[in-house]
């Protein structure tokens, strides 16, 4: 091949290149989702959990429907839960918990008083009412000796697929929410491809 084709060859795959990072700039632009890699397996990554419209009326607070976690590749840090509270009045936590539905092991849960889910949390006994509307976001730190270290996902997976999400007030009133985690692991938690066994080929 002549050296003049070399040249081209490389020419077309560099603007190749180019485009197809244009193109996914552009997309990640008009989606405003914004993706970062970890650079290595154990950078944490938090992931925001999924929440509802506020319902009309409520008298306690409006939780997400799905947490949200600080995690890392192979391991589970914590477990993060937003709320919003009543459009009419303020009210006061008095204590939140999480429950192991399998194992009925109980994690209470801290403040987090920033937007940045790796500040230091704080006790709900610490905080102060939280106004109509108010948000608040709760942190479970899953591996209670070390939080540092975390959780394995499998040992996550066994101990915590199913929680019970425990919110008492201080008028007495109580949130008692299940939730299912395994969609956070559908290659632990569920059927997935494998490798077919029997020696054809398509």
Same mark, same amino acid.
């Given at each position: 091949?002549? !050296?003049?084709? /070399?040249?081209?060859?490389?020419?077309?795959?560099?603007?190749?290149?180019l485009?197809?990072? %244009?193109?996914? %700039?552009?997309?990640?632009a008009?989606?405003?989702?914004?993706v +970062?890699?970890?650079?290595?397996?154990? +950078?944490?990554?938090? @992931?925001?959990?999924?929440? @509802?419209?506020?319902?009309?009326?409520?008298? @306690?607070?409006?939780?997400?429907?799905?947490?949200?976690?600080?995690?890392?590749?192979d391991?589970?840090?914590?477990?993060?839960?937003? $709320?919003?509270?009543?459009?009419?009045?303020? *009210?006061? /936590?008095? =204590?939140?918990f999480?429950?192991? #539905?399998?194992?009925?092991? *109980? &994690?209470?849960?801290? *403040?987090?008083?920033?937007?940045?889910?790796?500040?230091? !949390?704080?006790?709900?006994?610490?905080?102060?009412?939280?106004?109509?509307?108010?948000?608040?976001?709760?942190? #479970?730190?899953?591996?209670?000796?070390?939080?540092?270290? $975390?959780?394995?996902?499998?040992?996550?997976?066994?101990?915590?697929?199913?929680?019970?999400?425990?919110? &008492?007030?201080? =008028?007495?009133k109580?949130?008692?929410?299940?939730?299912?985690?395994?969609?956070?692991?559908p290659?632990? #938690?569920?059927?997935? *491809?494998?490798?077919? @066994?029997?020696?054809?080929?398509?």
């Amino acid at each position: 091949m002549a !050296p003049s084709h /070399l040249i081209w060859i490389g020419a077309i795959g560099a603007v190749l290149s180019l485009a197809i990072l %244009l193109s996914g %700039l552009i997309w990640q632009a008009r989606t405003g989702i914004s993706v +970062q890699a970890a650079q290595n397996p154990q +950078q944490k990554t938090f @992931t925001p959990g999924i929440g @509802t419209p506020p319902l009309p009326d409520r008298q @306690t607070i409006q939780w997400n429907e799905i947490f949200g976690t600080t995690r890392s590749v192979d391991l589970m840090f914590a477990l993060f839960l937003d $709320g919003k509270g009543p459009e009419s009045r303020s *009210v006061k /936590l008095k =204590d939140a918990f999480i429950e192991s #539905a399998s194992q009925g092991d *109980v &994690i209470h849960m801290q *403040v987090v008083g920033t937007d940045n889910p790796l500040d230091e !949390p704080f006790p709900i006994s610490e905080a102060t009412l939280i106004p109509p509307n108010g948000f608040i976001r709760l942190i #479970a730190q899953l591996n209670q000796r070390s939080p540092r270290e $975390g959780m394995p996902n499998k040992d996550f997976l066994e101990k915590w697929r199913n929680i019970w999400f425990n919110a &008492i007030y201080e =008028d007495g009133k109580v949130d008692r929410i299940p939730f299912d985690t395994s969609g956070y692991f559908p290659g632990l #938690a569920g059927p997935h *491809v494998t490798k077919r @066994t029997d020696g054809k080929k398509d």
